[in-house]
């Protein structure tokens, strides 16, 4: 598409031209404590989720149950925060936190409440995480550094590194745990040129995996050896290496086949990113047990597949973001152009699933998986192959903004914007389709649900508001085409 992108507006203009727009009516919700619903419009309705199946959920809404295609709905409940416990990081983004873990030969085995047993093989593992950032955005952006290092891998990372407390690495093979003995710590066994040596457990922060065998280049793998026979009351696990996929690859607009993919988030911080959830062959009549007693398999997009108790999971359950074959994430997709014009010296580009500085996306106190993150003032611009009906999102400053400027005079603007959509139908004009009014940091997120119904391009502009650009993280959440 050739056509002429719309230009960005000087910021004081703009906020001078917006300051009389009021705010867009905010969908009611239910208390922070109580798990509510997203509809696909934007609506938030308190439920209580009674059960889940390959595709759709169960929820409890005003006292009567009621089944819901995976379809209907953007997401359901809050993600945790991660804990500050163990946790192993698999190489797409899985996070699955561990009471205890340690190496067996090739495989990673770990216990959690859950689960009765974890077996990973190494290549499948980008970090174990024994003592977590106190600073959020430092937290996310080291997780979002190890990921996007992890593929493809790298000559540097062909042993296994260990991050101490003191800021120090340390290179070599990690062997696993030696057991604590009295009054002594507990101490990890590492392989070096030189020979063994043990380093005590509470002076490692996090064990970087050896990237020297990628799953995306490695062949189909014997299954993890399991126990003769697992007790039927126990939410058993297996994992069995497939074909892997890519981390944040959505399956195209209208692909029927495709089978719906999920985002499970558990109540101990636990991040399971699902290409497909399927229940065994169980028939009741055989069985004695009920569809929601019977095994559930979570094919993780790792490469693993993962067997639990459904049940027993959706107690632990305090999120579930399904991904629907016809929606299309604009942070899935490529750009045509993305441009930034700096109202002082700093330049800033944009970030996907991420807010403009690399943190996490967080908005009134929630925390997305989904979304882009631009800075006042920038555009970027989209050209759609496919025929899409809605695009629609929720738009906020993201918390960080607060926190940003320590020590400056500035410090403390929790960021200001304007949120404007343009909409190209194919007749090689720019037409304005969308304008939020002034969004400010502590507001809620503004629902964003436009028709765009025979649109060519589309081009999303965060202009400027008051203080200047100061603390303009302007996130774009769970931004979708329909």
């Excluded at 873990?101 to 090739?106: G, L, R, T």
Aim: glycine share 8%; proline share 8%; net charge neutral.
């Amino acid at each position: 598409m050739d056509t002429p992108l719309p230009r960005l507006s000087p910021a004081w203009h703009v906020a001078l031209l917006f300051a009389l727009v009021g705010w867009l009516p905010l969908a009611p919700s239910g208390s922070a404590a109580e798990p509510a619903v997203t509809w696909r419009d934007g609506r938030r309705q308190p439920a209580e989720l009674a059960g889940l199946a390959p595709d759709g959920l169960r929820f409890r809404i005003g006292g009567s149950e009621r089944a819901v295609p995976a379809t209907d709905i953007i997401a359901w409940g809050r993600l945790r925060e991660p804990p500050r416990g163990p946790a192993l990081l698999l190489r797409s983004g899985s996070l699955l936190v561990v009471e205890d873990w340690n190496v067996n030969q090739d495989r990673v085995r770990g216990t959690a409440f859950w689960l009765t047993e974890l077996a990973v093989e190494k290549r499948f593992l980008r970090a174990a995480i024994l003592a977590w950032s106190t600073d959020a955005m430092a937290h996310d952006r080291e997780l979002r550094t190890w990921l996007a290092t992890a593929t493809p891998p790298t000559p540097l990372a062909a042993r296994d590194q260990l991050l101490l407390e003191s800021g120090d690495t340390v290179s070599g093979g990690v062997l696993g745990w030696d057991e604590a003995s009295g009054d002594e710590p507990r101490r990890l066994r590492l392989k070096l040129a030189r020979g063994e040596t043990r380093i005590p457990a509470d002076t490692i922060r996090v064990i970087l995996w050896s990237q020297s065998a990628s799953p995306s280049s490695a062949t189909a793998l014997p299954p993890a050896s399991t126990p003769a026979s697992t007790p039927a009351s126990t939410p058993a696990q297996v994992t069995t290496p497939r074909k892997p996929t890519a981390a944040n690859a959505t399956p195209p607009a209208g692909a029927a086949d495709a089978a719906m993919s999920w985002i499970l988030g558990l109540r101990d911080g636990t991040l399971l990113w699902c290409d497909r959830m399927e229940t065994e062959a169980m028939p009741a009549a055989a069985s004695g047990k009920s569809t929601e007693a019977s095994p559930l398999v979570l094919k993780l997009r790792d490469g693993i597949d993962v067997t639990c108790d459904a049940a027993a999971l959706r107690e632990e359950l305090v999120f579930v973001q399904p991904l629907p074959a016809d929606v299309r994430f604009l942070s899935d997709m490529d750009t045509t152009s993305y441009k930034h014009v700096p109202l002082f010296s700093q330049s800033w580009g944009f970030e996907r699933d991420a807010n403009a500085a690399g943190g996490a996306l967080r908005c009134d106190g929630h925390r997305y998986l989904k979304g882009l993150g631009m800075h006042a003032t920038s555009r970027i611009a989209f050209t759609l192959a496919e025929p899409f009906q809605r695009f629609r999102a929720m738009l906020g400053i993201d918390a960080a903004a607060a926190r940003r400027g320590a020590g400056n005079p500035t410090a403390g603007h929790r960021g200001s914007v304007i949120f404007r959509v343009y909409v190209d139908r194919g007749a090689g004009k720019w037409e304005p389709a969308f304008a939020s009014g002034v969004v400010r940091g502590g507001d809620k997120p503004v629902p964003l649900d436009l028709d765009i119904a025979g649109v060519r391009g589309l081009a999303l502009i965060v202009d400027a508001a008051d203080h200047g650009d100061q603390g303009d993280l302007a996130n774009w959440l769970d931004a979708r085409l329909e």
